[in-house]
C-alpha cells in the first residue's frame, strides 16, 4: 500500500460544476499536509496547505480528518483553467515529504 | 527575480554514458531537494541536502549521485548505473531542512531526460 494514495480520476466535468479529491495517508506520524497543482509538463506549484480546522482561499477549500487519515479539497465554481494534476502532500517531522500519486481534473466548456 | 532554475530543459543520454543536471536557487534556502517523475506517477525523492557539504539518499537513490559545495547549487549526475533513466527531473528548496512544519517546498522548471 502507498504511503499516500489518490484517485487518479480524470474528474471529467462541466464549467461551474464543483468537485471534490480525497486523499488518504497512512503514516499516523505526519505533520503537515498541502495540495500541489501541476500543469501538463510543468512544475509542481503550491496551491494551498491544509491546516487541522480546514482553511479557504477563494473557490478552494481544503479540509483535514486526522481521525481517519485523509485530506479533501474541494473546488467550486470550476473553471476551465482549474485543469490541471492536483498532487496532495505529506510530511513527516522526520523530515520527509510524500507526494500522492495526483487527480486529473478536465474542466469542460 | 527570485526562484529555481534547471538546465537543460530537455537532455539526451547514451547507453553507459553519466550525465550531469543542474540545479540553482537564489533564495536562499538551506534545503535542497531532487525527485524524479514518471508519466502517471507522483514524485519520489532522490537525493536531498540539508546543508552544505552534506547530503542524504531518498527513496530510489541508486544510480544517482550529488554534490552540496555550494548553498545555492545542488546538481544530479545520472551515472550508467542508473538503467531506466528516461523521467521528468524536479529539483526544489525550501526554507529549512526539516519539513514537518509548514515549510514548503518550491519546484524547478524541471528536465526531461530520455535515452538514445
Known amino acids: 500500500r502507498k504511503e499516500v494514495e489518490q484517485d487518479p480520476g480524470p474528474f471529467n466535468v462541466p464549467e461551474g460544476a464543483t468537485v471534490a479529491f480525497n486523499c488518504t495517508y497512512s503514516?499516523?506520524?505526519?505533520?503537515?499536509f498541502f495540495w500541489y497543482r501541476q500543469d501538463c509538463r510543468k512544475e509542481p506549484k503550491l496551491l494551498m496547505s491544509v491546516y487541522s480546522s480546514g482553511n479557504e482561499d477563494g473557490r478552494f477549500t481544503a479540509q483535514l480528518n486526522r481521525a481517519s487519515q485523509y485530506i479533501s479539497l474541494l473546488i467550486r465554481d470550476s473553471k476551465l483553467s482549474d485543469s490541471a494534476t492536483y498532487l496532495c502532500?505529506?510530511?513527516?517531522?522526520?523530515?520527509?515529504?510524500?507526494f500522492g500519486d495526483g487527480t486529473t481534473l478536465t474542466v469542460k466548456p | 527575480d527570485g526562484g529555481i532554475t534547471q538546465s537543460p530543459k530537455y537532455l539526451f543520454r547514451k547507453e553507459g554514458q553519466n550525465v550531469t543536471l543542474s540545479c540553482e536557487q537564489n533564495l536562499n534556502h538551506d534545503a535542497m531537494y531532487w525527485y524524479r517523475q514518471d508519466p502517471g506517477q507522483g514524485l519520489r525523492l532522490i537525493y536531498y541536502?540539508?546543508?552544505?557539504?552534506?547530503?542524504q539518499k531518498g527513496d530510489i537513490a541508486e544510480g544517482y549521485s550529488v554534490s552540496r559545495e555550494k548553498k545555492e547549487s545542488f546538481p544530479l549526475t545520472v551515472t550508467s548505473a542508473q538503467k531506466n533513466p528516461t523521467a521528468f527531473y524536479l529539483c526544489?528548496?525550501?526554507?529549512?531542512?526539516?519539513?514537518?512544519?509548514?515549510?514548503?517546498?518550491?519546484f524547478g522548471p524541471g528536465t526531461r531526460l530520455l535515452v538514445l
Open positions: 503514516n499516523s506520524a505526519s505533520q503537515s
Open positions: 526544489a528548496s525550501s526554507t529549512r531542512g526539516r519539513l514537518g512544519g509548514r515549510e514548503t517546498q518550491y
Open positions: 541536502s540539508q546543508i552544505v557539504n552534506d547530503f
Open positions: 502532500v505529506v510530511n513527516t517531522n522526520a523530515g520527509k515529504s510524500t
